[in-house]
């Protein structure tokens, strides 16, 4: 089945420093990849569709410059969060859709510490 | 906007209980998608309804679509301490759209 690598599994880094995560589809390609936020005890926030070659396009109130996204291949996108805040601490998730259907795969997800 | 609310928020049972996990959507569902959640962790698909009265079942796991209702029920027979975890329902947006909304979750404490 399709499968969704997403590294690091945790990551700490201090404020003002920026930290990627990647979000890899194994054994398929994803055009389109999708990265969500989850704060502690809520459900997932979609933050902003990645289009492999084109602009990512962000949700309302989501910051373009903070959280960078790029989808160079079709195989690949990373979230780049710059200049990092405590309040950026969070659960991130990544997923790819495979094929025409709407099934989509999910990441392991990111737990980011800003400390 | 499509909201998907799910009840209950939370739920504790005894070993060997059945439960139903329900999940409303604001608006004409077109799809529904069932995951479970471990603490700190990923998605995990369990399975998804297309058409209205579609049922599914994936070992003591049973799941529902109402498209009348814009409902979908998760039901598990005799819970066991493996099924504890968080659970979404997702659902696309509208209808052929690559964006996905979730569930406000669910989470199930089996206790042994």
């Known amino acids: 089945g399709a499968v969704v690598s997403q590294h690091p599994s945790w990551v700490i880094c201090k404020s003002g420093t920026s930290v990627k995560i990647e979000c890899r589809s194994l054994?398929?390609?994803?055009?389109?990849m999708f990265w969500y936020r989850q704060f502690p005890k809520q459900s997932l926030m979609l933050m902003a569709t990645?289009?492999?070659?084109?602009?990512?396009?962000?949700e309302q109130g989501v910051e373009k410059d903070k959280f960078l996204i790029n989808h160079a291949s079709l195989t690949l996108s990373t979230l780049t969060v710059t200049s990092a805040h405590p309040e950026d601490s969070s659960f991130y998730i990544c997923?790819?859709?495979?094929?025409?259907?709407?099934?989509?795969?999910f990441g392991s997800g990111t737990r980011l510490t800003v400390v | 906007s499509q909201e998907l609310e799910q009840s209950p928020q939370s739920l504790i049972v005894q070993e060997g209980k059945n439960l139903t996990i329900n999940c409303t959507s604001s608006?004409?569902?077109?799809?529904l998608y069932w995951y479970k959640q471990k603490y700190g962790e990923g998605l995990i698909f369990l399975m998804m309804?297309?058409?209205?009265?579609e049922e599914k079942s994936h070992e003591k796991i049973t799941a529902k679509l109402d498209e009348k209702k814009q409902q979908s029920s998760l039901h598990i027979t005799a819970s066991q301490p493996s099924h504890a975890g968080i659970y979404l329902c997702?659902?696309?947006?509208?209808?052929?759209?690559?964006?996905?909304?979730f569930g406000t979750g669910t989470r199930l404490k089996v206790l042994a």
């Open positions: 997923s790819a859709r495979q094929g025409s259907t709407y099934g989509y795969t």
């Open positions: 054994d398929f390609q994803a055009t389109t």
């Open positions: 990645s289009n492999e070659g084109s602009k990512a396009t962000y």
């Open positions: 608006k004409t569902l077109y799809g």
């Open positions: 309804l297309q058409k209205g009265g």
């Open positions: 997702g659902a696309p947006a509208t209808s052929g759209t690559y964006k996905y909304i």
